[in-house]
C-alpha cells in the first residue's frame, strides 16, 4: 500500500510567523505535490516536483515556498503566515509519463490554522 | 487554460436512487481523467480513471465514460448508499506533471 505521511496534522500559528509543513513518502514516487482545499475551491496546487532536487510552481504559489531535499520528503514553508492560509493542507506523490498509473496518492492532510 | 467544471456542489439523494455528479473539462493536452472521493476526515483516493475515448470504466459500484465529443466525464452509480455520502472530485491531468481538480461535489445519502 502506497503510503504518504504528514506532520503536523493540526497547527496554529501567528500571523506573520514561519510555517512549515512535513511531507514523506515511501512510494518511491518521483512526483510529490502540495494542495490547499477550501470550500468552493476544491484542491488547488501550491507546489510540485519532479524529483529531488526539483521545486516548481503550480497555480496558487504567491506566500508559499517549497523544498525537495531527497525523493521521499517534501516540505510547504510559509515565511510570514496570514490569516488567508488558514486551510487544509494535503500532500500527494505519484508518477507520470510511459507506463505509468497517472494515480496520486494523498496523506492524510494537515490542518492550518493562522490567528 | 486547463480547466474542471462540476456544476452541482451539492447532491442530496435518497438511499436506492440513482447517482449522477457532472463534469466537463476543458484541455489542449491528451486527455485523462479521475474520480476521486473523500469522505469525512479522510484523504482523497482515487475512485476511477480514464483515458479512453467511449469506454466504460467501473469500480466500487460506480461507473463512468469518457466522451472527447463532448468533454465529458460524469459520474454514475446505479443506486445510492447511506455510505456513498462523501466529497467527489472531478480531475483533468494537464501534461508537465500537473493536475487541475474540480472544486467538488458533495453528495449526501439520506434514509
Known amino acids: 500500500e502506497a503510503a504518504v505521511t504528514q506532520s503536523p496534522r493540526n497547527k496554529v500559528a501567528v500571523t506573520g510567523g514561519k510555517v512549515t509543513l512535513s511531507c514523506n513518502q515511501t512510494n518511491n514516487h518521483n512526483n510529490m505535490y502540495w494542495y490547499r482545499q477550501d470550500t468552493g475551491h476544491g484542491l488547488r496546487l501550491i507546489h510540485y516536483s519532479y524529483g529531488a532536487g526539483s521545486t516548481e510552481k503550480g497555480d496558487i504559489p504567491d506566500g508559499y515556498k517549497a523544498s525537495r531535499p531527497s525523493q521521499e520528503n517534501f516540505s510547504l514553508i510559509l515565511e510570514l503566515a496570514t490569516p488567508s492560509q488558514t486551510s487544509v493542507y494535503f500532500c500527494?506523490?505519484?508518477?507520470?509519463?510511459?507506463?505509468?498509473?497517472?494515480?496520486?496518492?494523498f496523506g492524510p492532510g494537515t490542518r492550518l490554522t493562522v490567528l | 487554460g486547463d480547466s474542471v467544471t462540476q456544476t452541482e456542489g451539492l447532491v442530496t439523494l435518497t438511499e436506492g436512487l440513482p447517482v449522477m455528479l457532472n463534469c466537463t473539462y476543458q484541455t489542449a493536452y491528451s486527455t485523462f481523467l479521475f474520480w476521486y472521493v473523500q469522505h469525512l476526515n479522510e484523504a482523497p483516493k482515487l475512485l476511477l480513471k480514464?483515458?479512453?475515448?467511449?469506454k466504460r470504466t467501473e469500480h466500487q459500484g460506480f461507473h463512468a465514460t469518457l466522451h472527447k465529443s463532448s468533454s465529458s466525464f460524469h459520474l454514475q452509480k446505479s443506486s445510492a448508499q447511506l455510505s456513498d455520502s462523501a466529497l467527489y472530485y472531478c480531475a483533468l491531468y494537464t501534461g508537465n506533471y500537473k493536475y487541475v481538480f474540480g472544486a467538488g461535489t458533495r453528495l449526501k445519502v439520506i434514509a
Open positions: 500527494a506523490s505519484g508518477d507520470a509519463g510511459l507506463g505509468a498509473s497517472y494515480e496520486q496518492y
Open positions: 480514464s483515458s479512453t475515448d467511449n
